[in-house]
């Protein structure tokens, strides 16, 4: 029996595919997007991950190079193996808020922002500020945060991208919230905002 034809319409999804894709040569099959058979879509550059499911209707698994569109042979990294199936904390917090914080403390594309998550809000901070300044610039948003408090660290840039592909990515009027769910400081974290079409995951930083 023929699938189901998917109707599933992202904004600017290439460049958000590459985003998270690698952008170097040591691993060209990073460089491709993943259609699997079950109708998911991956990319993964060994630091984030994003896929998308339920996006097509192919019967194949296939590679397809994100720059050249040419289908490229070799085993995909087995994605499901890196996604986390539980976690011990859970944050709920503004995509808009997020993104503004993320573009506030990420003074580079390599700053690392800290996250001291706390009872009933989370203080974002960065090191760029405290070496300029003397102190980090604080930012405390308010946010709903259920399970364990503790310190973690993400690149900034990594953030702001996740964000910014939930924006193009959810529906005109949907509620304005990205769902973060954590195992520990020093494992990946998922993304997202709706959990039956979108994961996009972040490995944190470990810091001093």
């Avoid at 189901?4 to 040569?25: P, V, W």
């Amino acid at each position: 029996m023929e699938k189901e034809k998917k109707q599933l319409t992202i904004k600017n999804l290439h460049r958000h595919l590459k985003r998270a894709a690698s952008s170097f040569d040591a691993r060209p099959i990073l460089k491709c997007v993943h259609y699997d058979s079950d109708g998911s879509i991956t990319v993964t550059d060994s630091h984030r991950l994003l896929q998308i499911k339920n996006f097509h209707n192919h019967d194949q698994s296939f590679n397809q190079d994100l720059s050249t569109m040419n289908i490229i042979d070799g085993a995909y990294p087995d994605v499901n193996r890196l996604i986390p199936t539980e976690h011990h904390t859970e944050i709920t917090i503004s995509l808009d808020v997020l993104i503004r914080i993320m573009k506030a403390l990420g003074t580079s594309s390599s700053e690392v922002v800290k996250w001291n998550i706390l009872e009933n809000k989370i203080v974002f901070s960065n090191q760029s500020d405290k070496m300029y300044y003397g102190e980090p610039i604080e930012i405390s948003p308010n946010a709903s945060i259920e399970g364990e408090k503790y310190s973690i660290s993400f690149i900034a840039k990594y953030v702001k991208e996740c964000c910014e592909f939930f924006i193009d990515a959810k529906e005109r009027y949907a509620v304005d919230n990205v769902k973060i769910k954590m195992f520990s400081p020093i494992r990946p974290a998922v993304f997202t905002i709706d959990e039956t079409r979108y994961v996009y995951i972040v490995t944190p930083v470990r810091t001093n």
